[in-house]
């Protein structure tokens, strides 16, 4: 057990829908990031928050979007949804702001897309 | 190519053999990392290695960093069936966000 906790672990939707899935970091983790896989695309990295900012982007799609809470969990939105959004999305954290160390995975959330 | 391939993409082996995957990159690194990711399941770190750094051992894991060839080594000795797993390398190009390669899938038949 990572000590990540994503929730849910399956949702089932229709295109143009929107969705949001919900992370918890592992505790004393300042940063979260999220990753998006797929069988075309491998690990797709999405966007990073540290301590509740924004602090780096990849490559995430105008209609996701995604914010931090002051209790540190974090939501990635996932809007007017496309079949090609259909995907495992992971959150992963770490204790600090760069990317230098071990990043710890949650079980994913797994979208399909109708 | 991406910036972290990994070599070869699929490999089946009998339990007990050693199993190597590769991990070839583009740009300057700081730190390469290994992940193991179980069939639908999220991804467990195994080990990393900082670019001054040569060799690092964990338990049945060696792996090796060559900075000048940009590449890296995962061996798994006296593999078990419980390895069966696909495996990917990260790295952190100019010391950014780690960027995971597509992964070697390996399969340890009992």
């Known amino acids: 057990d990572s000590g990540v906790t994503q929730t849910p672990k399956h949702l089932i939707t229709a295109t143009g829908q929107r969705v949001t899935l919900r992370c918890s970091p592992r505790?004393?983790?300042?940063?979260v990031y999220w990753y998006q896989q797929s069988l075309d695309q491998g690990l797709q990295f999405l966007i990073q928050?540290?301590?509740?900012?924004?602090?780096a982007k990849g490559n995430i799609l105008e209609r996701f979007s995604a914010q931090q809470f002051p209790d540190l969990h974090s939501e990635l939105n996932l809007s007017s949804l496309e079949l090609g959004d259909s995907a495992l999305y992971f959150c992963?954290?770490?204790?600090?702001?760069?990317?230098?160390?071990?990043?710890?995975f949650g079980e994913g959330s797994r979208l399909t897309v109708l | 190519s991406q910036q972290g391939e990994e070599d070869p993409q699929a490999l089946s082996i009998q339990e007990g053999e050693n199993a190597t995957m590769n991990c070839s990159y583009k740009?300057?690194?700081?730190?390469l990392q290994w992940y193991r990711q179980n069939s639908g399941r999220g991804l467990v770190h195994l080990i990393l290695?900082?670019?001054?750094?040569r060799e690092k051992h964990s338990g049945r894991l060696r792996v090796t960093l060559d900075t000048s060839k940009k590449s890296s080594s995962l061996l798994i000795t006296a593999s078990r069936a419980a390895d069966t797993a696909s495996y990917f390398c990260?790295?952190?190009?100019?010391?950014?966000?780690?960027?995971f390669g597509p992964g070697t899938r390996l399969s340890v038949l009992p």
């Open positions: 505790s004393g983790d300042l940063s």
């Open positions: 740009t300057s690194i700081n730190n």
């Open positions: 290695i900082r670019s001054n750094e």
């Open positions: 928050y540290y301590n509740g900012e924004e602090r």
């Open positions: 992963a954290s770490s204790v600090g702001v760069t990317n230098t160390g071990e990043l710890f």
């Open positions: 990260a790295t952190d190009p100019y010391g950014q966000n780690f960027v």
